[in-house]
């Protein structure tokens, strides 16, 4: 799989305006205040769907079942919705 940034590529091909520096500082401190919650598999799960892994192949390339990266992703989304909830 090619390494990348999924959003990078997804705005270079687009035709949509670029996010502001405010916005991607927003961004940033959002991202950093999810991932100082999370077990560093957690994080190496959410950075490898961020770059549009799914599921499986997380799953297949951790060498963790199916139902485990199913839990952490659960936990990611909880996580996020507390941080921003909290903002």
Known sequence: RESGNAFLQQ?????????????V????ELLTSILEQLTERQQEVLLKKLDGYTQK????????????????AEKIREV???????N
């Open 11 to 23: 705005a270079s091909s687009s035709k949509s305006q670029w996010p502001s520096s405010a916005e």
């Open 57 to 72: 192949e997380i799953a297949d390339e951790c060498h963790f079942s199916s139902k485990t990266i199913q839990r952490d």
């Open 25 to 28: 500082l927003e961004t940033s």
């Open 80 to 86: 996020a919705q507390q941080v921003l909830s909290s």
